[in-house]
């Protein structure tokens, strides 16, 4: 079974900063979406980023951004010039394309700005 | 209105009622999917469902039940329900292979 793994529970930076979130998976699998999700105080979820893993390149969103390392299974996401409004629960989140196809979720990552 | 729909909001009941939570959808959704959000845990999954006539348990289903009535609706009961079950609770809908989740605005469970 896949899992996903979020080691910061907590992480707290100045506007106008740059923080970058970690998350790292396991799967045997080749062909696989990531994302990463955001949660407001509001408690909406709201989808932030995805990344294809057959797709060398690395997703952006405006000021979001992601790292995916797939060899050593790792996909972080980046928040340049972060803002108050980016204060919320982040989680990265794995779908197998070929398996269940079911979204696994890692634990998340508060931030505070 | 909301693409997905959840009530209630929030529920407070006491230990050993019976309780339904309803999740409707708009956005034309074969899948369905009940999460679990509990602190330090994430999102943890309940029971989905592939269309009206496909039901499975996902890696939390004890102490849960799932009614798919139609396409847009997903039930989840709580048959007797128990302290530890105290969690925010998410409805959510997807396209066939997208991944991409539409999530309801959740339903906050308190169980006495």
């Known amino acids: 079974a896949q899992t996903v793994t979020q080691s910061q529970p907590e992480m707290s930076v100045q506007e106008a900063e740059t923080v970058t979130l970690s998350c790292t998976y396991d799967t045997s699998e080749n062909n696989y979406y990531l994302f990463w999700y955001k949660q407001p105080p509001s408690r909406q979820m709201i989808l932030v980023i995805r990344?294809?893993?057959?797709?060398?390149q690395n997703a952006t969103e405006n000021r979001f951004s992601v790292n995916f390392q797939k060899a050593a299974k790792s996909f972080s996401l980046k928040i340049s010039d972060s803002q108050l409004g980016d204060t919320a629960m982040y989680f990265c989140a794995f779908f197998s394309i070929q398996g269940a196809q079911k979204l696994v979720f890692g634990q998340g990552t508060r931030l505070t700005i | 209105d909301a693409d997905v729909t959840q009530t209630p909001r929030n529920r407070i009941t006491k230990t050993g009622k019976r309780i339904m939570l309803e999740c409707s959808q708009t956005?034309?959704?074969?899948?369905m999917y009940w999460y679990r959000q509990d602190p330090g845990l994430g999102l943890r999954l309940i029971y989905y469902s592939f269309d009206v006539k496909d039901i499975n348990k996902g890696e939390i289903s004890d102490g849960y039940s799932v009614s798919r009535q139609a396409q847009a609706k997903f039930s989840l009961s709580l048959e007797s329900a128990i302290p530890n079950q105290t969690a925010l609770y998410f409805c959510?809908?997807?396209?066939?292979?997208?991944?991409?989740?539409?999530f309801g605005e959740g339903s906050r469970l308190t169980v006495l």
């Open positions: 956005k034309g959704h074969d899948r």
């Open positions: 990344q294809e893993a057959y797709k060398q």
């Open positions: 959510a809908t997807s396209e066939v292979n997208t991944g991409e989740l539409f």
